[in-house]
């Protein structure tokens, strides 16, 4: 294999990360470690300089084990979100070069067999496909919120053939996947009315990403609402309610537990999808959201884990700056 190109010669053989060595509870089996091995780059993958990295439901769901049957076992550096800067390039790298400031999932298939290195360390490898250069306008930390919930939002939208002209109910509007779904499914697709469900608290945020109609689902059940929708996509789990809610054939879209009448899938992480959208982006019309409560510091990522958990996040959960 042809050697790959770097800024020096001094390329770190270990870094700093958060690790766990058997599945469990985020705080009983994730550790920090300052001795990781780095690998040695792959032709088609570039070395990251972390400078900040995003939570997802899928991080602490893996580390419990929940897809052990098709994971790569444990030592696990946890994390799927970079924002960072590439310091080195493999042989038949065409798209970056040292220096580029570059975010994405690293994880192009996120349940089989994703990576041991994740994102919650100083250094990281991906493919060049999964990695797109960061909108000049946004922060790392903005930047590195995006990637997963962007995409799942994206696909999902895809999948139910949402298009200009049609209407669409969000379930959990106020999350990381759902403040993106709400945007895009107004920007990118054109819907004509998007609803959204939320808490009270977050009934403005959701109106104030392009929600049409904010619903608080602890006092009014969107299931009764007189008007039914061309595609309702469920961020939180309520299938069975969201069937009641679509016309019909309307599509139902679900990335939480899968039922036999809805669609449900496990992304698959493209840059393309990050490349398409990044006219949204650099105009602000697709804003990352990012919680409010963050971001965490890299000291402080078992905290933000034990945040991520409680489900009540808004946007997304941030770790920033790392180290």
Known sequence: MAAA?????????VTKAWIYSEYGKS????????????PNLKEDQVLIKVVAASLNPVDFLRMLGLFKAIDSPPPTVVGYDVAGVVVEVGSQVKKFKVGDEVYGDINEVSLEKPKNLGTLAEYTAAEEKVLALKPNNL??????????????????LQRAQLSAGKSVL??????????????????????SKVAATASAGKLDLVRSLGADLAIDYTKENFKDLP???????????????????VKEGGKVVTIVAPAPEAISFSLTSTASTLEKLEPYLESGRVKPVLDPNGPFPFSRTLEAFAYLETSRATGKVVVYPIP
């Open 27 to 38: 705080s009983d089996v994730l550790k920090f470690d300052n001795n990781v091995t780095v």
């Open 170 to 191: 969000i379930l959990g509007g106020a999350g990381g996947v759902g403040t993106q779904v709400i945007q895009l499914a107004k920007q990118v697709f054109g819907a």
């Open 227 to 245: 008007e039914k929708f061309d595609v309702v996509y469920d961020t939180v789990g309520q299938v069975e309610r969201g069937l009641k809610a």
């Open 139 to 156: 922060s790392f930390a903005e930047a590195a919120s995006l990637p997963v919930a962007i995409e799942t939002a994206y696909e999902g």
């Open 5 to 13: 190109s770097s800024s020096d010669d001094s390329k770190p053989c």
